[in-house]
């Protein structure tokens, strides 16, 4: 089959690929992401990128306007490479790869957040060795065997178990074929000297790895949080328990739709379950690489890896198919999955470690959320709390140590960036923050302080906030057609609002809002607020009743919390029980690497967890309804943004 | 590399081989056994064959008389090929594939033997239901599972588990990886009724298998017997207990020597160790392949896999290195090794069927006597037993249910027809009872009616009992050379007596009994003897107090207990209290496939046998010298045999 190079501008990558290659998969091929929504069906419009030179062949597509069309314009899901072809990804287009960096500094700043949470927790912290012993899914011990003699002549294994049960209180375990057939030999030439990792593996203590000599300085892991839409990971000394480095990337996934029904239904395509799995596994094998790289680890020490994510995530990193899970009754394959060798699913840290996913308490209630409670401390306090997790879908958890419940609201990727016109990810060029004067003129803050290209999640909070603050969107969320601005507009038959002027942005268009966009984030924040006001009503209680709100999620961080209430997104309580607590998952997940007695505690919360079918609750449709206005209909609810 | 053809006759067999490959390796290339002792060194000189035509070269050895050499006798180890060849293999080099038909005549004896036990132990059987459940390594079971609703969403593995709980009490359930790839659609095309295998895997019990629909009523398990002449396996319909069939055939490592220590040498070599496992699996397949044919099972509704055979056995099985089983302080790798999955070992059932291997106490004694033990039912009783079991090595266990004691000593392959001048094993041709008249004639019976090629162990008991009563030979082994008869003779400066004249025989020469061949017999005895008198001593015992002795190995059944008696093999005792257990260890490992209970008791055997290494005993070299007269130097401890 003839292959072509198609050379991306302006990053200068070079993908090469065969004949009728879409350029979406070329771009990936060569490590460069572009937008798409889609799942490359033609249908987002999202990843639009110019042909400057070579043959190639397009789709028609009423996604490209007439004048796009003729600067060269096309998507570059529906194009197929005919030729060797340059290629100019406009930046609306890209995803930003300084992403990762970026990541890194937010989660440099969670870190903060976390012992910040200490003082709040009038210095106890969240999570903390008092509670939780330090027994990491997988232990180095360095043992000094007695040699055999005529007189103590048990079996080299027998020997080894003998040493380990001495030190250790482990009633049952057990080694592979592989162990053994090297046993013999490395005890020999190691003079009984060996390094013994030992993993947690589903109820029973494995003798995982032997090594000769004392290695037990060096024992390493990494936990991961496997998102819809990023992957990070952290590596640690599973010793000291520090973290050494954290690095994120975008899940590789996102090429093939950017939701999870999106990918479940891709996974029914010939081999779209393999490539999504292997999408994931990608994602996971480089971090690994580039954190084991930048801190000198060899990835032979690393002996265990922890994942969190949703149950559909999970399903695709273990090539389980998901597709159950989106069709009624939603039924997954398993919420609880044995721990394997990471090098079952494809990981490449020591062959023999260890993989162990975070349980989870239904389809669409996952290990991350199970991750975030514990990280949260949810389960060790008396506090009443609730944890908000906003991504695609809002997961909600209420509880505290004596009981816990949890939902999930479909509240769409609108605070994504996705499913609105101008959105896009909390990424450099996006306007995060928005104020408006009373001449209706928007002051904005972009992220990198850069020219703006577009509106992330929390940018839109505080634009409907302000817009409602300045009786531009009325409570219904229509825009108020009598004022005088030449900022509210109409176009093809839609009221929208000017934020950014083209000639002030970074992108060929104004960058606006409109009704229909408002309409979309007013859907998102009512699944999000109703589905909480149901869980608590759920168990007699009010929002005033609670001692605690923890938000969590990947716009968590640039959330500005007043104006999330004035939207009528969270309920208007006091401020200061508000805590942003960023990727609770990841959090949660580092603790459960360096403590197989968290894994415990989280499988005890996975199972004993109430999850509440919303879709059941037949209240549920009438506070949905109700909250699908600014910030509620009914305005008792909300006093401080009454007054 | 250039290929010949060999032709084998009078088999007909044709061996495809590379240039310079050794006759040897071609006859067992194309499954032909050839007589070997010493692995293929040049030292037995038991592989003579006759090059009839082609070109080839051999290395010149003092094994092949001049008068042979003229005749176109070549040792087989020691003649490469270098052409197309025809090879002649006379009888007395080939091993007898009749013996699979006949071990499986000697092992239907020995079920009749087995239900004789039956009335001996006041109609209490050995193995009874009464003592142990019936709960096999691997169970199927048959499930209807409610389909998922919205009231009743848990996932599908949790479904399956939950199922299972209700009807077996399992405290710890684990499952594999390719298992839940497969659950979701296995669960959903069956309309949720599916069969479950669930396997004892160590500590945990394991989902194996899931199939669609109900196959729960096929389930079946092979029970072996890795010994180190020969393997013998049984098929069992794990449902009903039902012994379906039972094979028996060489094991092929004997191309590689007969006894474990020089397997255990030849293993150091290049590939040795693989060549050696090989040749076991191999083994195990045809036996698993020709039964589940002639039965008419699906290979894969084979779901476990037990053996039972001398620790050198069990890593050569598994490929683990057995150097250091040889070399003192002789340890192993393993006595205790985990259940693995068969076809981790290359063994060809379900490929995720399990393979058990019934643990050893030591080195020298392994899960074959362990089988045995359970077999007797030595743990379960008051009376006192002594289990003798005589193979290259005679392993001795002394016990009842309180304790029980064990050790082995090093008898040699005498009374295997090995290290002996005319010794043969036991199968057809082989002279296995002996008479001699006044006049010092013998009368012989040879096993399959035929003509005598050679005496087989019980043979050699017979005979050398005989001659002893009628002073032939002395108390010290030595040949009267005063008793006027042609049939003792002197040649080559060697005593001798002539059992069978060469024109009565089925081979080239007069079938003999040599000094040399005497004395390595009543070394072997004397092993035995002295063993089994230090055993009992050491627990201030005499042979008296025992209640019964059982005797097992390859030659039990054929051997006459009075003559065992007079040359001082057993202690004289009332011979009722002497009983033929046959192959107690295929017995046992059946019992153990059958009974997972019952392997947890062989583990709790193997843990608490005391192990009485006989070389570090100071009386052992004592007791060893006075029994090597006949039958011992002291004749008062032979009261009957004195008479």
Redesign the interface.
């Given at each position: 089959m003839e292959k072509f190079k198609v050379k991306f501008k302006p990053s200068g990558k070079i993908a090469e690929v065969k004949k009728g290659a879409d350029l979406l998969a070329a771009a990936v091929s060569c490590g460069l992401f572009i937008n798409s929504s889609c799942g490359g069906e033609g249908v987002c419009g999202r990843c639009k990128v110019v042909i400057k030179k070579g043959k190639f062949r397009t789709e028609p597509t009423g996604r490209i306007s007439h004048e796009e069309r003729k600067k060269g314009y096309v998507l570059a899901c529906l194009t197929t490479v005919e030729d060797n072809l340059e290629v100019f990804v406009p930046r609306e287009s890209r995803l930003d790869l300084t992403k990762v960096k970026d990541e890194e500094a937010r989660l440099h700043r969670l870190k903060g957040m976390y012992s910040e949470a200490v003082d709040i927790d009038k210095g106890k912290p969240i999570i903390s060795e008092e509670i939780f012993t330090h027994s990491p899914i997988s232990t180095k011990i360095y043992l000094e065997l007695p040699p055999?003699?005529?007189d103590?002549?048990?079996?080299?294994?027998?020997?080894l178990v003998r040493k380990i049960k001495e030190k250790y209180d482990i009633p049952?375990m057990?080694?592979?074929?592989r162990n053994?057939?090297r046993?013999?030999?490395v005890l020999?030439h190691s003079d009984w000297k060996v390094t013994v990792t030992l993993g947690k593996r589903?109820?029973?203590t494995e003798v995982v790895i032997i090594e000769p000599g004392d290695s037990s300085g060096e024992n390493y892991g990494v936990a991961f949080d496997i998102g819809t839409t990023t992957v990070s990971g952290q590596l640690i000394n599973l010793n000291t328990k520090e973290i050494l480095g954290t690095k994120a990337t975008y899940n590789k996934q996102i090429i093939f739709g950017d939701d999870v029904i999106t990918r479940i239904v891709f996974a029914k395509e010939e081999s779209g379950l393999e490539r999504l799995h292997h999408a994931v596994i990608d994602n996971m094998n480089s971090i690994i690489r580039a954190l084991t790289t930048e801190y000198s680890v060899p990835l032979n020490q690393v002996t265990g890896v922890i994942c969190a994510g949703n149950t559909t995530m999970i399903h695709l990193l273990?090539?389980?198919?998901p597709?159950?899970i989106r069709r009624?009754?939603?039924?997954?394959?398993?919420?609880?999955?044995?721990v394997?060798r990471a090098s079952?699913?494809g990981i490449k840290v020591h062959p023999r470690g260890l993989l162990a996913c975070i349980p989870g308490v239904?389809?669409y209630v996952g290990g991350d959320i199970i991750a975030g409670t514990v990280a949260c401390g949810i389960n060790n306090e008396d506090k009443l709390t609730l944890l908000i997790d906003v991504g695609t879908n809002g997961e909600i958890v209420l509880g505290n140590k004596e009981w816990m419940a949890c939902c999930s609201a479909s509240a769409g990727p609108a605070f994504e960036g996705s499913g609105v016109s101008c959105g896009m990810r909390a990424i450099k060029g996006a306007v995060e923050r928005v104020e408006i004067n009373s001449k209706f003129e928007p002051k904005v803050k972009v992220k990198g302080d850069e020219k703006a290209m577009g509106i992330c999640g929390s940018g839109y909070i505080d634009l409907i906030s302000c817009m409602f603050k300045r009786d531009i969107v009325k409570r219904d969320g229509k825009i108020n057609r009598d004022l005088k601005t030449k900022r509210i507009r109409q176009k093809d038959g839609e009221y929208e609002y000017v934020i950014v002027f083209k000639k002030d942005a970074c992108c060929d268009y104004d960058i606006v809002i409109k009704e229909s966009d408002i309409e979309n984030i007013k859907r998102s924040k009512g699944a999000i607020y109703s589905a909480a006001a149901i869980l608590v009503k759920k168990f007699d209680l009010k929002f005033s009743d609670l001692d605690r709100i923890y938000i969590a999620g990947g716009f968590g961080t640039f959330l500005d919390i007043d104006s999330a209430i004035s939207i009528g997104l969270l309920p208007d309580l006091d401020r200061s029980k508000f805590k942003f607590v960023g990727n609770s998952s990841l959090i949660g997940s580092r603790e459960i690497l360096l403590s197989y007695d968290t894994m415990k505690k989280a499988e005890e919360i996975a199972r004993k967890m109430t999850y509440i079918?919303l879709?059941?609750d037949p209240s549920y449709m009438d506070e949905y309804v109700s909250s699908l206005f600014f910030p509620h209909t009914d305005l008792e609810k909300f006093p401080s943004v009454k007054k």
């Open positions: 055999p003699t005529l103590d002549s048990v079996s080299d294994y027998e020997r049952m057990q080694t592979g074929l053994l057939r046993l013999g030999s020999r589903n109820e029973t273990l090539r389980v198919d597709t159950h009624e009754p939603y039924v997954s394959t398993a919420n609880f999955v044995p394997i079952e699913a239904s389809t079918e879709s059941k």
